[in-house]
């Protein structure tokens, strides 16, 4: 049974936006911070961003600091990634995890849950 899924991937001019979503079960999304990652081909997995508990702290990738927002609905279990200003090197696998920790961190070692993830494709 997946604890993580995500949504909202697609396709998607440059230039346009996107926001995807990752619902968690309780016991999964209680207490714990989230994150957001992706891959695209070829390429190692890349942090995107990271938020605490509490909603009050955020950490940004460079590749998307000024265009990409990290947010959290803790009534709902979700946590959202608001994308714009995409560019076709954003073109990848989008994936959301959980870190058994309150606070947000960028270290990928850390997320113990990852959803299956969701492919965004930006075309010139």
């Known amino acids: 049974q997946e604890q993580l899924v995500e949504s909202g991937g697609g396709l998607v001019q440059a230039g346009g936006s996107l926001r995807l979503s990752c619902t968690a079960s309780?016991?999964?999304?209680?207490?714990?911070?989230m994150g957001w990652f992706r891959r695209a081909p070829g390429k190692e997995r890349e942090f995107i961003a990271s938020i605490d508990w509490s909603g009050s702290r955020r950490l940004d990738g460079d590749s998307v600091k000024g265009r990409f927002t990290i947010s959290r609905d803790n009534a709902m279990n979700t946590v959202h990634l608001q994308m714009n200003s995409l560019k076709p090197e954003d073109t990848a696998v989008y994936y959301c995890?959980?870190?058994?920790?309150?606070?947000?961190?960028?270290?990928?070692?850390?997320?113990?849950?990852w959803g299956p993830g969701t492919q965004v494709t930006v075309s010139s």
């Open positions: 309780v016991r999964t999304f209680v207490g714990n911070a």
């Open positions: 995890a959980v870190r058994h920790s309150p606070y947000a961190s960028d270290d990928i070692q850390t997320y113990v849950q």
